[in-house]
């Protein structure tokens, strides 16, 4: 570690505060690592729909994907916020799915059907 000049003097060493002064003039925040070659960003990329592929078969994606969404998934398939679709539910727009548990409990986490969202969709078209 390079000491500035005002901190150098015979035999004495610099002040706590001027070390941590020298290290935290880089930038703020946790230092970035540049990916290798060819390892990922951790970004995910749009991916571009072929046109040549038949439209009524289902993507691969699609017949994977579950058919009971959270509010996060919902929003994401709506392309709306998560408070847009909680206002969707207390206004009645969409209902949210009860599964039941042992003992006669439900369980309370708030899912939503993807395919009362897509008939929401289908619905703001007209």
């Known amino acids: 570690m390079k000491i500035p000049e005002p901190f150098k003097s015979a035999g004495s060493s610099p002040p706590p505060l001027a070390a941590a002064r020298l290290r935290l003039r880089a930038r703020p925040g946790r230092p970035r690592r540049h990916p290798a070659n060819g390892q990922s960003t951790g970004k995910v990329l749009p991916q571009v729909r072929d046109n040549a592929v038949a439209i009524d078969r289902p993507?691969?994606?699609?017949a994977t994907a579950p058919r009971l969404l959270d509010v996060d998934g919902a929003a994401n398939y709506l392309g709306i916020s998560t408070?847009?679709?909680?206002?969707m539910v207390d206004a009645g727009t969409l209902r949210p799915v009860r599964l039941?548990?042992?003992g006669g409990r439900e369980l309370?986490?708030?899912?939503?059907?993807?395919?009362d969202l897509d008939r929401?969709?289908?619905?703001?078209?007209t």
Not at 59 to 62: C, M, P, R, V, Y
Not at 108 to 115: M, P, Q, S, V
């Open 59 to 62: 993507l691969a994606s699609q």
């Open 83 to 87: 408070w847009t679709v909680r206002s």
């Open 120 to 125: 929401v969709i289908e619905a703001g078209k």
């Open 100 to 102: 039941p548990l042992d």
């Open 108 to 115: 309370r986490r708030l899912l939503l059907d993807r395919l």
